[in-house]
């Protein structure tokens, strides 16, 4: 969620909150409210700019702007209405406060508002601006730091970053959760999947590599080289539509919000195994997710968490997608859907591949966070096609 224009990297003005991806949980799958509770992080040089870069009105402008975004929060929040009337909340990353507005809304009793962003400032009026001040309570502080006198029945959080795990807000839900949620409470969004799928792009290339083989009428041909260090040395965040996509995705993580533990967020890696549908030049390789709004605790999840976290799953097609009818509420950033302002993480090849129709690509794909600041992600994509690897590392800052 960035706020102002692009960069020169194609990435959203927001501040780039580091996102986690998560692993399948505890293997017992049990809810880890009863684990022991871990000492706060540090706050460190980097969370304070990142918190700083979040008090800008643009960034939530731009995610209050985001209606597939907001409208599925609120459904989400109105569909859960008997879990939420009554009962107290807990909103990590509150921003404006409009989720827990929402959740005011829906009848809860007590909604504990939380922003380490001096964006809290501007929550707490928005809050009294609607005569909500003896409901949403709003902190101003870390939520390993802040205190909370009670547990809570209910944690929601927009913690999703560029390819779900960038800005590795996903820790700060799970200290939340086993520090206040009750157990058997409601967490929402309770489930995420992340998506990798070969693409072909020709328009980028044509604008940003091509283009200097003629301008205006002058050879500059020179600078193709160094235009593909520029523009495809890091993860590029764009929008590109279901026509690019040259297979069925393949899912790198699934995260279980309930039974997550956050050293499963450190490093995840992946095989894949995919078939080219189209004969066309293979550019690079998408990442995209869902997020699913679903109750407490359900077998086939528990199920899930028995999982390791290293994935080796097979390419997913119609007949072994998720059906998202399977769960109650669906936010999706696949390219065949509604944008939104995640748009999708693009990995750039600095050279094409021509590809045949039903042409292999294997390989795999580990994403960690950085050494140098948990809210980055190094991306480490392997593949072999045409006889010969390749890999193509990356950073995503």
Not at 15 to 37: K, T, W
Not at 51 to 65: D, N, P, Q, R, T
Not at 346 to 372: A, D, H, R
């Amino acid at each position: 969620m960035l706020a102002g224009g692009e960069d020169g990297n194609g990435h959203l003005p927001r501040p780039r909150r580091p996102r986690r991806v998560g692993g399948m949980g505890s293997p017992s799958g049990q809810a880890a409210s009863a684990l022991p509770h871990p000492a706060p992080p540090p706050c460190t040089d980097y969370d304070m700019a990142y918190f700083k870069a979040y008090s800008h009105i643009g960034v939530h402008e731009e995610m209050l702007k985001d209606h597939v975004r907001t409208n599925t929060y609120r459904n989400a929040i109105m569909h859960h209405k008997d879990l939420i009337s009554g009962k107290v909340v807990l909103d990590v990353g509150c921003g404006t406060g409009v989720l827990s507005i929402f959740c005011a809304f829906a009848g809860a009793t007590r909604v504990y508002a939380v922003d380490a962003s001096d964006i809290a400032l501007q929550a707490m009026e928005i809050v009294r601006e609607n005569e909500l001040s003896d409901k949403v309570i709003v902190l101003h502080g870390r939520i390993e730091d802040v205190e909370i006198e009670e547990k809570v029945d209910v944690i929601i959080s927009e913690w999703m970053g560029y390819m779900l795990l960038y800005e590795s807000m996903l820790g700060s839900v799970i200290f939340a959760r086993d520090k206040w949620l009750k157990p058997g409470g409601l967490i929402l969004p309770s489930h995420a999947s992340l998506y990798l799928a070969p693409i072909t792009n020709s328009h980028r290339y044509q604008d940003s590599i091509y283009f200097w083989r003629d301008v205006y009428g002058i050879k500059m041909s020179c600078m193709m080289p160094l235009a593909k260090q520029c523009t495809f040395m890091e993860p590029s965040v764009e929008t590109i539509s279901g026509e690019n996509v040259l297979t069925w995705p393949t899912v790198v993580a699934q995260v279980d919000c309930y039974t997550i533990q956050a050293p499963d967020l450190e490093t995840i890696t992946a095989a894949y195994k995919f078939t080219s549908m189209l004969q066309a030049p293979l550019h690079g390789f998408a990442f995209w997710f869902d997020v699913e709004f679903n109750g407490p605790v359900r077998q086939k999840f528990k199920k899930q968490a028995s999982q390791p976290l290293d994935v080796n799953m097979q390419n997913s097609n119609p007949s072994n997608k998720k059906k998202k009818a399977d769960v109650s509420i669906v936010l999706s950033t696949a390219p065949e859907d509604a944008p939104t302002h995640w748009q999708q993480t693009l990995l750039y090849l600095f050279e094409p591949i021509e590809l045949k129709k039903n042409q292999i690509m294997e390989g795999s794909v580990t994403i960690s966070q950085s050494q140098q600041h948990a809210r980055f992600l190094n991306i480490c994509l392997k593949y072999f096609t045409g006889d010969q690897w390749y890999v193509k590392e990356s950073v995503m800052r």
